[in-house]
């Protein structure tokens, strides 16, 4: 149950806050998106049929390609055992969509079955099974309570991520007592991924602030969003958020447009992403903070003869942390998709004890390891992280310790 303390969760996510509420700990905003109905009409879609095959184009072909998926496995750098933050995160939205499956989904308008979810960006598990076997129960209990036992559909879910992410444990790892059909639907969300009207419910967590690409500004030495001697827009110029700012507007636009047309009439979409709150500056976002702090590591590095200067100004984290204000203005560009609900949740306020700062780091290298040994090479990730863990990011007086005290928000969609 939601509000339980438990060995891999550490919190009691009771505390919840409207938009706008002061809070001193990092929180989470979570809001919930439904397909606008104009007619009560019913649709149905065959997944799989040569009308409905998704082409990739050439632009999404490069995208994948360039995809830097979390690192798999069970060893002890993989995102399977560096999770549980991103995982107790994750938990304070069973309630949210509870409540919102309870109240808003008309399971009555939907003609086909089975009931069809999608997790995009699901990663390896086990956060993205815990997640879709809330959604199905609360699905089934909406059936029960309007009195439709006889009606229930069966479940089928679709784990979406980047073709290189590791299906293989992933799919080792399925619950063995599951309730759903499980499939495996390799592609970016940047893009078509199912046919039209065919996705009931939608669901993505800890995925969305990964932009398709590094805005090409940055790298270019004539342009004044040239990010020299850093990895993020965390301390940059105004130039290069705004050119990191440009790139996820683009980036959601056609990410809204495709689970528009993919969802079915009255179908919902829930959505857990870091966020930054209206007016504050990304050097008080812990997450902002955090790559801030590995730029800094890698530039010590650069002056140890490590790596070279070169080698980091060339070198851009696709990473954006948007605010509720951006993130509303995208969703309202789309005629088709609204929102229904939204909060901030303190998500962390009853973490018992404080944050281990090598436990941080295990969790940041389970995600980010793959697109920086890409460009540096493999030699310096123990290095890189070893020194966030030990020298930057917990020694105050640092900018996460001073951000910790702040209004820090996360963003739930």
Not at 138 to 151: H, T
Not at 271 to 279: R, S, T
Not at 329 to 351: A, C, F, G, H, P
Request: proline letters at 6%; one cysteine or more.
């Amino acid at each position: 149950m939601l509000g339980q303390v438990n060995n891999e969760g550490r919190l009691d996510p009771k505390e919840r806050h409207e938009i706008g509420t002061r809070v001193r700990r990092p929180l989470f905003m979570r809001c919930l998106y439904r397909a606008s109905i104009k007619k009560r009409i019913k649709h149905t879609a065959h997944l799989g049929s040569p009308q409905t095959q998704r082409v990739i184009s050439n632009d999404d072909a490069a995208t994948m390609q360039q995809s830097f998926p979390m690192n798999g496995g069970d060893g002890p750098h993989s995102y399977r055992n560096n999770s549980h933050f991103q995982r107790q995160d994750m938990n304070v939205s069973r309630t949210m969509i509870e409540e919102a499956i309870a109240k808003k989904l008309d399971v009555k308008c939907f003609s086909s079955n089975p009931f069809r979810l999608a997790d995009l960006g699901c990663s390896v598990g086990p956060n993205t099974f815990i997640a879709m076997q809330h959604i199905v129960e609360a699905v089934e209990g909406k059936y029960l309570a309007q009195g439709l036992k006889s009606e229930m559909p069966e479940f089928q879910v679709f784990f979406n991520d980047h073709v290189g992410n590791d299906f293989n444990t992933l799919f080792a790892s399925l619950p063995t007592e599951r309730r759903y059909f499980a499939c495996g639907v390799p592609g970016s969300f940047h893009g078509r991924l199912f046919p039209e009207s065919s996705i009931h419910f939608m669901f993505s967590s800890h995925a969305l602030h990964w932009l398709s690409k590094v805005p090409e500004e940055l790298l270019d030495k004539n342009s004044p969003a040239w990010n020299r001697g850093r990895i993020h827009y965390t301390s940059g110029p105004e130039e290069v958020s705004h050119a990191y700012a440009a790139q996820f507007e683009h980036d959601m636009e056609i990410f809204l447009s495709a689970r528009a047309k993919e969802l079915v009439v009255g179908g919902m979409i829930v959505f857990l992403i870091p966020a930054l709150p209206n007016g504050i500056p990304a050097s008080q976002n812990p997450y902002c903070v955090m790559f801030d702090l590995l730029g800094a590591s890698l530039m010590d590095m650069a002056k140890e003869g490590l790596i070279s200067e070169a080698q980091v100004d060339s070198f851009n984290l696709p990473i954006h942390v948007a605010s509720p204000e951006q993130m509303t203005e995208m969703v309202e560009r789309n005629e088709r998709l609204t929102i229904e609900r939204m909060e901030l949740v303190d998500s962390r306020s009853k973490l018992v004890g404080p944050i281990n700062g090598k436990e941080c780091a295990m969790c940041l290298r389970a995600g980010l390891e793959g697109i920086f040994t890409q460009h540096f090479g493999s030699g310096i990730i123990d290095q890189l992280f070893d020194r966030l863990s030990k020298q930057k990011l917990w020694s105050p007086p640092t900018s996460w310790n001073q951000a910790t005290k702040k209004e820090l928000y996360c963003l739930l969609l």
